[in-house]
């Protein structure tokens, strides 16, 4: 069974521009988190798509947005980047059913903002 | 507020030695408890995980231990070898939300 997909694995941008990042879940996964991966900070909860609802979001600004497609593929758009938006994003999926459960990781998007 | 606290930030033990990594928590409501192990250039992978009805769970060479009374658990790896060497996040998530706290983070390094 294919693992977690993320594209773009690496990619630099500067700062106003903006970037969309896509994930393909495990087959057969219906919900697909999204986290940000900082030194330091761990990983924060972005959101968490669940048959193209979002479903739970995390604290950060509206510049981060995401969406589910109706076969479980994300994506989350980042716009206006900041420095600080510099970071590994990584997509989980999984079940979803019952809710909480394993996460299963992709290696991640890392992201620099010059 | 970080809702997941961990620590130590660093762990260095000998090949064959216990490695002992804690978490607290503060939300009474989580009630799903997994670590995660991560190597360089790879997303985290679940190494076990526990629910708070019982106070220990042994899966090989790791356990965890939980203490809801003082909301606590921690990451115990027996016998701990070369390749056990990465960064290792505990996790809590509740009220059947698949919103996961993650705490900062533990780098081990298991010298041979």
């Known amino acids: 069974k294919a693992g977690v997909t993320q594209t773009p694995r690496y990619l630099i941008k500067t700062r106003g521009q903006q970037v969309t990042l896509s994930c393909s879940p495990i087959s057969g996964h219906r919900s697909v988190s999204w986290y940000q991966q900082t030194p330091g900070q761990g990983l924060q909860f972005l959101f968490e798509?669940?048959?193209?609802?979002?479903?739970n979001k995390g604290n950060f600004p509206g510049r981060f947005s995401g969406r589910q497609f109706s076969n479980s593929r994300s994506e989350m758009n980042v716009s206006t980047l900041e420095l600080g938006d510099s970071a590994l994003y990584l997509c989980?999926?999984?079940?979803?059913?019952?809710?909480?459960?394993?996460?299963?990781f992709g290696e991640g998007s890392r992201l620099t903002v010059l | 507020q970080q809702q997941v606290k961990q620590s130590p930030q660093s762990l260095i033990v000998q090949k064959g030695g216990i490695s002992i990594i804690n978490c607290a928590y503060e939300n009474t409501a989580f009630d799903y408890f997994p670590w995660y192990q991560q190597f360089p250039g790879k997303g985290p992978a679940l190494l076990i995980a526990i629910r708070p009805d019982v106070s220990e769970k042994k899966e090989g060479r790791f356990t965890i231990s939980f203490n809801k009374s003082a909301k606590q658990f921690s990451l115990h790896i027996m016998d701990s070898q070369p390749g056990d060497s990465a960064t290792y996040f505990c996790?809590?998530?509740?009220?059947?939300?698949?919103?996961?706290?993650f705490g900062s983070g533990t780098k081990l390094n298991v010298k041979p």
């Open positions: 989980a999926s999984s079940a979803g059913t019952p809710d909480t459960g394993e996460l299963f």
């Open positions: 996790a809590a998530s509740g009220n059947n939300f698949n919103k996961f706290y």
């Open positions: 798509y669940f048959s193209e609802t979002q479903r």
